[in-house]
């Protein structure tokens, strides 16, 4: 959508989108979302800080049909999403991201560290995490929605233009995906995957495969993360050893 139809759409709507109803999540995501609420608005249609109703087209969307094409034209109508991912990992990297690149939506970004590494080019987001409170994130973003040309250069992979030498590296190396004229990446990733195992291919992880960033011990999410760590040792140990198989310690 042009930006000159996205700035009419502004009586109507916020310049901002926010779609969650997962809203107890290790980063604790509602609470910082409160905050730029108080400096910019957002339209918030999830369960978490809702105030506004879906469009009855919207609503009976189901809620894994992650990219139908009435919700992406819905997400197309905004200038900005907030996409903040449920926790901090290196290699966790979802829909919240991807879906406002391919609409033409500019991403308001919290996540993975290393998401630049996968952007079509440096500006193609914005990020949180180079704002020191969200005020300033705010700030930053409302200079944004009132300058056209540079709200522009945020879309500048929907004109064609990437930069991301690696991001096509990467991509016409892979042995799946796009770059081998396959039509769903995701799918033949699986493919992928199970050719390998019935291939019988055994490799040794050579780096966490996560890396995420620990909840805080206020969080509620700090006990399942004590936990769930203590299990999988726990199972790891009775695998490799034949140990007794002792959760109930954790």
Not at 76 to 97: P, Q, R, S, W
Not at 177 to 187: F, M, N, R, V, Y
Not at 223 to 229: N, R, T
């Amino acid at each position: 959508m042009k930006v000159e139809d996205k700035n009419k759409l502004l009586s109507e709507i916020a310049p901002v989108l926010y779609i969650q109803s997962d809203c107890d999540t290790p980063v604790d995501r509602d609470a910082y979302v409160s905050e730029i609420m108080k400096y910019v608005q957002v339209d918030s249609y999830g369960a978490c800080l809702n105030n506004k109703k879906f469009p009855p087209e919207i609503a009976e969307i189901y809620s894994l049909d992650l990219y139908n094409n009435k919700l992406l034209r819905f997400i197309a109508k905004y200038k900005f999403v907030i996409a903040f991912e449920n926790g901090i990992c290196d290699d966790y990297i979802t829909e919240k991201l991807w879906r406002p690149l391919f609409t033409g939506t500019v991403p308001i970004y919290l996540g993975s560290p290393s998401v630049q590494d996968w952007l079509p080019n440096k500006n193609s987001v914005i990020l949180a995490k180079n704002f020191q409170s969200p005020e300033l994130l705010t700030k930053h973003i409302n200079e944004i929605n009132l300058d056209d040309s540079l709200y522009e250069k945020f879309r500048e992979h929907k004109r064609g233009k990437v930069e991301n030498v690696l991001l096509e590296r990467t991509l016409a190396q892979g042995p799946f995906g796009l770059a081998k004229d396959q039509e769903h990446p995701i799918s033949a990733f699986e493919c992928f995957v199970c050719e390998q195992i019935h291939k019988g291919v055994k490799k040794r992880r050579t780096h966490s495969v996560y890396d995420c960033v620990r909840p805080s011990k206020t969080s509620s999410w700090h006990y399942y993360w004590q936990s769930g760590d203590c299990q999988s040792r726990a199972l790891v140990n009775h695998i490799r050893n034949n140990a007794k198989l002792d959760v109930d310690s954790c």
